[in-house]
């Protein structure tokens, strides 16, 4: 089982700001910038083009719904969105996810970037960040 699925099933913790039926958003634990969430699916597959239509219509209304309480928390006007489509288009983890990275200047890494990714911080900034989101989502 991949460490997604893992997380979907909460074998593995994760800092969630978002969930539904088909979908599940998180804090990256080694983001770009912050606020970096991952938004996936709860249905296991590699390749976007492989989810059923309902998923698929599904992980892309969260998105639509995430990206604008995403970037108002850190007054960001735009965001990186990102999924690597597969092992030879950078994708690590092989479970489609979708980036959302909040960009409030137009300075710093990339998606492309993966030297841009900091080290996590402590529990409390993840837990403080998620927060944030999950209120921002509600309003």
């Given amino acids: 089982m991949c460490i997604f699925c893992q997380i979907v099933e909460g074998e593995i913790p994760s800092y969630k700001v978002y969930e539904d039926e088909y979908t599940l958003a998180f804090l990256d634990i080694a983001p770009i910038a912050d606020g970096h969430v991952l938004l996936i699916p709860k249905h296991h597959e590699q390749f976007v083009e492989d989810l059923p239509?309902?998923?698929?219509t599904a992980l892309?209304?969260?998105?639509?719904?995430l990206v604008n309480p995403i970037q108002a928390v850190f007054d960001a006007p735009a965001s990186n969105i990102g999924l690597n489509?597969?092992?030879?288009?950078?994708?690590?983890?092989?479970?489609?996810?979708?980036?959302?990275?909040?960009?409030p200047k137009k300075?710093?890494?990339?998606l492309s970037s993966s030297a841009g990714r900091f080290k996590p911080r402590n529990k409390e900034?993840?837990?403080?960040?998620?927060d944030k989101i999950r209120k921002e989502i509600k309003r």
Wanted: hydrophobic share 35%; aromatic share 10%.
């Fill in 60 to 65: 892309f209304d969260s998105l639509k719904g």
């Fill in 85 to 103: 489509n597969g092992p030879n288009a950078g994708q690590i983890i092989p479970h489609v996810h979708i980036h959302i990275v909040p960009r």
């Fill in 107 to 110: 300075a710093g890494p990339t």
């Fill in 125 to 130: 900034y993840f837990e403080e960040i998620a």
């Fill in 53 to 56: 239509e309902e998923i698929y």
